[in-house]
């Protein structure tokens, strides 16, 4: 028998969990690996050739933006404080103008490749040098967080030790980021974010069941409990306005604009329009849904608990439930209303294990992806060929995975929660690097010194206040903000606040770049980065897909360039030179068969057939006797 | 050091008018809603919520706008400028709806 999660798991029950647990970490491992084979050198490995449908990527994230801690941890907030356990999902709209019409065609047509190298563009080396030190440390903490959460999960359930259980997972990890890279990625995550759905609403499920009913769930949720939004300022840890100057500006900042691993999916797309597509899903679809999956489990808790105190006792059908420590919430709900059912809970876990690989793997192929873009190729080896930055990248992914393995024997001496770890961790980086990103992209006049100073300044600032909280007050009661000395979210602002103030002050009185050295890094230059990205002048004139077209050998064309007829020019309102998506029409491989193409004057032959070289068809992965679909960029 | 990068009098004294009535708006707003429905009013979290979003938000289109990242003539601009409006009011209207279900719908608990 095992205690550590408030349950008692019988040995039988414990080794089916096991073996599910294990046989999932075999099967995803098997499917990533296959994907090694789409990866052909280095802009394959980290980017997948910027060829991906925007509901592949956005159905990704899914996976990506649920961590092995998540289950617990918002479980246990539904319990606490109800359904306001979304806010920190349901509040990123504020930003998305930003994200959408500045930060995301910035990098798309700057081919910008990680954003340390964005730092060095628009501002100098030195930049791109303290923020390759504040987005590793981020990262890296993260890699590191999550792997010492599964193994706090695992030996809480199985009583494995954290430092024999964590390699083991890590070894599974590895494996297929490591050969796979980014396609890999993509395509476990898209299978992992399906799995996480589906187990996290077979647990809500069972407890809605458990209870009666939806109606019944909601009858006995208090009202308290039922709000979307806690009170202002009462809970420390918790409270709305620390919320919303933290977490829907701080946090959602740092989600859409520094995290290296959604960065790179969005860079996966096909398009720009396409990754807004994307963002709108993840942020009206994705996010809110994900808010429920990991929350919902501790409001069905709440309202059990509250029903079970009405009746006197055990609802009917299961045990009664008594959460003794709010952190098992989810573990203590799922095991009963599944009625101790080995083989669903085992699925549940490996759910949350499932969690733990999606979130780790994009971190790890991201932390690689500056490894080789900002330390490896600028400063130790510059002018190497395309496959020996490719093995460089699979060391680098090992590499990543194995400092995130030693990280967790520094989390496992740590004291105090892991939720104060966490946080004190995050709002210290976020801050300055934030502030930085934003105003680089949205005031022209921000230079490179200011950039460097404010963002050390701000960083240093904000590390200090763990130790004089205090001099947050002011700023927290200027916006009627909690006033505890605890400013866990306010510490961000007033991170941020001290980092504008250096940025803007110093920027006055130094000397900017040259408006042409960064034209296409600001956003009142996009038309520049776009036409840049085309090499021509964009056409926007809006034309429709031509599909089911078939595809036809003319080797006088040059590489990745295309003949089509008149009337698919016509449909497509394509001029000579302009930029087209060619990919397989099956729609389902969502672009994994594609590439991007320009189109020559169209041919005169009398059918529709697209003309290309060899090297383009197998460069665009297609195949032979499949039709493909066009569409025209720009 | 250069002075090349310092404002015209005239941004200075733009910049500082709009200084001056962001922290107006951010000293005053919170107090004004508090005054009228005390801390513990759901609507206040609401209200502290989508006014400050609300105004973020703005500021972002405006900079959109004026700067020509978002051209309304252009391409598919003018769609995603009307999804990034009806987002937001998509978001607030569940909101205010998800308060008042909390607030109607009997309690059956203790």
Redesign the interface.
């Known amino acids: 028998m095992q205690e550590g999660f408030g349950i008692d798991l019988p040995l039988t029950a414990t080794i089916v969990i096991g073996c599910i647990v294990v046989g999932y970490f075999i099967l995803i491992t098997g499917f990533g690996t296959y994907f090694s084979r789409f990866s052909r050198d280095i802009n394959d490995f980290f980017f997948s050739g910027q060829r991906f449908a925007w509901w592949l990527a956005a159905a990704s994230m899914v996976a990506t933006g649920i961590g092995s801690y998540s289950y617990l941890k918002y479980s246990e907030q539904g319990f606490l404080t109800g ?1 306001s356990s979304t806010m920190t999902y ?2 990123d ?6 994200f ?3 930060w995301l ?1 910035i990098i798309y047509f700057a081919r910008v490749r990680s954003i340390p190298e964005y730092f060095e563009r628009r501002f100098n080396r030195t930049a791109r040098y303290i923020a390759v030190c504040i987005i590793m440390a981020y990262m890296f903490f993260y890699i590191g967080y999550n792997l010492f959460t599964i193994g706090v999960a695992l030996q809480g359930m199985f009583g494995l030790p954290i430092l024999y259980s964590v390699p083991v997972v890590a070894f599974f990890l590895g494996a297929y980021v490591t050969f796979g890279g980014q396609t890999a990625v993509i395509f476990t995550d898209l299978f992992q974010g399906v799995m996480l759905y589906i187990a996290g609403g077979l647990a809500i499920m069972a407890g809605i069941w458990a209870l009666g009913g939806f109606s019944e769930w ?6 308290s409990h ?8 009462d809970d420390p840890k918790f409270n ?2 620390g919320l ?1 100057w933290g977490e ?2 701080a946090g959602s900042i740092a989600f859409s604009f520094m995290n290296q691993g959604f960065i790179m999916r969005y860079l996966a797309i096909k398009s720009v ?1 396409d990754g ?1 597509k994307a963002a ?1 899903f993840n ?2 679809v994705t996010l809110p849904i994900s808010a429920i999956i990991v929350g919902a489990v501790g409001w069905v808790a709440k ?1 059990l608990v ?2 079970q ?2 009746e006197g006792g055990a609802l009917e059908g299961i045990n009664a439930v008594h959460i003794e420590n709010t952190f098992h919430t989810f573990i203590v709900v799922t095991w009963e209303t599944l009625h101790q059912n080995s083989i669903l809970f085992g699925f549940v876990i490996a759910a949350l294990t499932a969690a733990l690989m999606s979130t780790i793997d994009t971190l790890i192929n991201a932390c690689a992806a500056i490894g080789i873009y900002d330390i490896y190729k600028p400063l130790i080896k510059p002018d190497a060929d395309d496959k020996h930055y490719l093995k460089a990248a699979r060391w680098a992914s090992v590499i990543a995975t194995v400092v995130g393995v030693l990280l967790v024997i520094w989390f496992a001496q740590q004291r105090g929660s892991l939720m104060q770890i966490h946080y004190k961790g995050i709002m210290v980086i976020i801050p300055s690097i934030v502030t930085t990103i934003f105003l680089g992209v ?1 005031w022209k ?1 921000f ?1 490179a010194p200011a950039a460097c100073i404010s963002m050390l300044v701000g960083a240093v600032f904000t590390l200090i206040t763990n130790w004089y909280p205090d001099w947050i007050d002011p700023l927290s009661r ?3 903000g909690p006033d505890n000395d605890v400013y866990i979210y306010m510490r961000a602002l007033f991170g941020m606040v001290v980092t504008g103030i250096f940025g803007v002050g110093i ?6 770049r040259d408006a042409e050295e960064i034209a296409g890094l600001t ?2 230059t ?2 520049e980065g776009m036409a840049k990205y085309k090499g021509g002048k964009p056409n ?3 034309g429709k897909k031509a599909r089911h077209l078939p595809v036809a050998f003319d080797e006088s064309l040059e590489h990745n360039v295309i003949r089509i007829s008149p009337s698919t020019m016509e449909t497509l309102k394509a001029e000579e030179g302009d930029l087209i998506y060619m990919a397989d029409s099956r729609w389902y491989l969502g672009g994994l068969r594609s590439e991007h193409v320009k189109v020559a004057a169209p041919h005169d032959r009398e059918d529709d057939a697209v003309l290309l070289s060899k090297a383009t068809f197998e460069e665009a992965y297609l195949l032979d006797g499949k039709a493909v679909t066009l569409e025209k960029i ?1 | 050091m250069t002075t090349k990068n310092l404002p015209t009098p005239r941004s200075v004294a733009l910049g500082l008018a709009v200084t001056a009535v962001l922290l107006i708006y951010i000293y005053a707003y919170p107090r004004l809603i508090i005054s009228w429905l005390g801390t513990e009013n759901p609507w206040t979290s609401y209200l502290y919520l989508y006014g400050f979003g609300a105004g973020f938000f703005m500021m972002g289109i405006f900079i959109i706008l004026r700067t020509g990242a978002c051209q309304l003539d252009r391409g598919h601009d003018k769609l995603w400028f009307w999804v990034l409006m009806l987002g937001f009011i998509f978001f607030a209207v569940v909101h205010a709806l998800w308060i008042v279900a909390s607030l109607n719908i009997p309690y059956l608990g203790v």
């Open positions: 359904t349901m509040n709209w504020f930003i998305v103008p930003f959408m019409f500045g065609p909601w009858a006995y949720l208090p009202e039922r709000l979307p939004f806690v009170h202002l300022t709305t306005a919303f829907a500006l329009h807004r709108l942020v009206i309202s509250m029903k105190a009405v949205f006049r230079t200027f916006v009627c920027s006055l009185f130094t000397q900017p956003v009142d996009i038309d926007h004139t809006v720009f």
